[in-house]
């Protein structure tokens, strides 16, 4: 059995110091195989916030398979952007930007759907190419076959049920096309600070069901209606996913109810999360373009 973490939007800078240490001291308390973040390490891409979140990847007690997100890219110094829009990341994150990583009982590859550009003024969104999906071929070629099949990626592939006009990461479709055709069976991501699961039944025979999961906020302070939150995944031989969701409620993580397709908190849940002192809250009416 492997066992992963799961966190995304850990935006250092805007990010709350008593979550972090507490997500710190959790997740050294019970290490997993493996930590998977899903984009959005800083929130203007300075190297002091670079320097912060490789520091505090660092200090966690396991390997860490991470992948940009849009706000890992500058968007104040254009020639930074364009040229070299990964010098950072690479010096204080990782050397790769679409890392693999692999056991005796999973694959997990990395895929990264920010873009230097985009049309129009919201350069937030993400896509998929074509020829880095004909990679992706390759890659899944190159990997046993019996190993359970996990892609991380920053930005979503569904919009939550209750915001319907919530962007996705452009070729949404053909991604997910691809990812069945290669036995894909987990998907990790984030973006819009939003928990949620959505299920794919698969009906081709030998392959697992395609299962998508997006991650709220981990540490960040631009809370969009939910608590901080990050995922503990297990997964078994059998390609058998259990998740369990760790949300903030002021004090400590505790578990909370897994919501399919961005559900409504239910009236009957108990307890309020925990709302830091913030200047703002993140939402589309307020959010600048590019921002994400």
């Keep these: 059995m492997t066992r992963l973490v799961h966190m995304s939007d850990i935006h250092f800078e805007r990010v709350d110091p008593v979550v972090v240490e507490a997500l710190r001291a959790e997740i050294n308390a019970d290490p997993p195989d493996l930590i998977i973040v899903s984009g959005d390490l800083t929130q203007h891409a300075y190297r002091h916030e ?3 979140a490789g520091a505090f990847l660092r200090s966690l007690n396991a390997p860490v398979l ?13 020639a930074q952007r364009f040229l070299d829009p990964y010098a950072r990341w690479r010096r204080f994150i990782s050397r790769e930007i679409e890392p ?24 937030s969104k993400g896509r998929f190419g074509l020829r880095q999906l004909h990679r992706l071929n390759k890659r899944f070629e190159a990997l046993p076959k ?9 930005h979503p592939l569904h919009a939550p049920e209750h915001a319907p006009d919530l962007d996705i990461v452009g070729r949404a479709d053909e991604a997910l096309a691809c990812f069945r055709k290669n036995g894909v069976g987990l998907v990790l991501a984030g973006h819009l600070h939003r928990g949620y699961v959505h299920a794919h039944e698969i009906a081709q025979e030998g392959l697992p069901p395609l299962l998508v999961i997006q991650a709220s906020t981990a540490t960040s302070t631009r809370l969009r209606g939910e608590p901080n939150a990050y ?12 998740l369990e969701v760790r949300a903030w409620d002021g004090r400590a993580w505790r578990q909370v109810a897994t919501r399919e397709q961005g559900a409504r908190r239910p009236k009957d849940e108990p307890g309020d999360f925990h709302r830091p002192q ?15």
């Excluded at 693999?100 to 350069?123: C, E, K, P, Q, S």
């Design 50 to 52: 670079y320097r912060a």
């Design 66 to 78: 991470a992948v940009p997100g849009n706000h890992d890219i500058t968007y104040i110094h254009l």
């Design 100 to 123: 693999t990583w692999t056991d005796d009982t999973v694959a997990v590859v990395g895929l990264n759907t920010a873009r230097r550009m985009a049309w129009g003024f919201d350069w």
């Design 146 to 154: 019996e190993l359970f099949r996990i892609v991380v990626a920053h």
């Design 231 to 242: 995922h503990r995944l297990e997964v078994d031989k059998s390609g058998t996913v259990a």
């Design 278 to 292: 913030v200047v703002e809250v993140a939402g589309r009416e307020n959010a600048p373009a590019g921002l994400g």
